[in-house]
DNA sequence: CGTAAGATTTACT
DNA sequence: GTAAATCTTACGA
């Protein structure tokens, strides 16, 4: 099982490599993580977090383990997982993964409302991403489960067999937020993976 | 109540 | 490479 417990800064490095599956929709996709940044709440000039808790993000003040999803440019959707100790509203992004089973279900939702091209573009890229897992404003707060259960999105550590190089880097997209927040590396994904989305 | 900006993607020049 | 799409949230008056 995998601990969301602690900071983002900590927990984001362990879900590298981990399976993501999402049985929303009656219809199964499962991804291997690949790439996410770490979103430190309220102490993170970068956070939707960083001034208090809103409508909108109150989720990530809550109990860790629970999807923060929000809509982007009205268009797209991306997904959080809520990690860290109740109060401090840090979350994980899910930036890039690949879909390692439901490829059917993956492509349909894909060519549903966009185009693409190649397989490792399935969900590459954090709104790619949230449209193959079916996740929309709707599941924002939804509970993320572990192996067991019957939670419809459920989250297990990668096979201990495998060997993960880490890399990390600037998160993207925050340029905006100031220059101190834009230069920390809390960008993490598997190295040479090419189903890390390109960045800006 | 009005306005500005956003953790992106896709299409076109 | 540059620009447009598109709407919700957040902040100022």
């Known amino acids: 099982m995998i601990d969301l417990a602690g900071r983002a800064l900590d927990v984001a490095p362990t879900l590298l490599g981990a399976e993501l599956t999402s049985r929303l929709g009656g219809e199964t996709v ?14 993170d000039p970068a956070s939707h977090a960083y001034r208090g808790r809103t409508a909108r993000n109150g989720v990530m003040f809550g109990p860790p383990g629970h ?31 690949e879909v390692t089973a439901g490829l059917e279900v993956a492509w349909r939702r894909r060519l549903a409302s966009g185009v693409c091209r190649a397989e490792r573009d399935l969900a590459r890229g954090p709104a790619r991403l949230a449209v193959v897992l079916g996740l929309t404003r709707e599941h924002d707060g939804m509970a993320v489960g572990g192996a067991a259960g019957d939670a419809l999105v459920t989250l297990t550590p990668g096979t201990a067999a495998e060997e993960i190089e880490l890399a990390t880097g600037p998160r993207v997209g925050i340029g905006g937020s100031g220059p101190v927040a834009a230069a920390w590396p809390w960008r993490f994904w598997i190295a040479g993976d090419v189903h890390v989305s390109a960045g800006r």
């Not at 999807?67 to 997904?79: E, K, M, Q, T």
């Open 67 to 97: 999807l923060y999803v929000y809509r982007h440019l009205g268009l797209h959707h991306c997904a959080n997982v809520v990690v860290g100790p109740p109060g401090t509203a840090s979350a994980v992004l899910l930036r890039a993964a």
């Open 30 to 43: 499962r991804v291997r993580l690949v790439e996410v940044e770490a979103y430190e709440g309220t102490d």
